[in-house]
């Protein structure tokens, strides 16, 4: 699927980035990382063990779930809960914000500066320490739209808020 040389220097990137975590920089830890980090969306280790299941036949979901949760553990992945009710694995470490589909249950990463200089209410000072704040934008995403529209013969499709219109991270490599 994804050719070694599709993404060039992920390799010593990985490398750098086990020995700053004081991880064992596996081969397998590298082709799981390397293709959360190339998946447009936010898989789920399933989404990963399906992935790698061509090019890695022995690879078992129980050393995905592992390597997940280690890399989560070490602040290399963040792990969000989706409209599905599953865990998913988020690679994007830069401050991000999230669309999130109800319908299909896709997750996008999208930027806006407002939202990252959005303060913490004194409430959140008295309950603790916030680390990080992520907005999450709950609805139908373009293509559920469409779909509605077309389900619902006559019928005026489901009025759901305009996502904003905040430029999309380009994900992955160039
Ligand atoms: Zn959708
Ligand atoms: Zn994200």
Redesign the pocket.
Known sequence: MAPEDAQPGFVPWFRALCRESGLRATPQRLEILRAIVGCSSHPTAEDVHRILQARMPTLSLDTVYRALALFERHGILVKLWGPDGRCHFDPNREPHHHLI?Q????IEDFTWSVFDALKAPRVAGEWGRVSRVQVEMHG??A??LKKEGLKGSGGQPQDASKPPRAERRARGSS
């Open positions: 589909c319908e299909c249950g896709r139908l995403c293509q559920c």
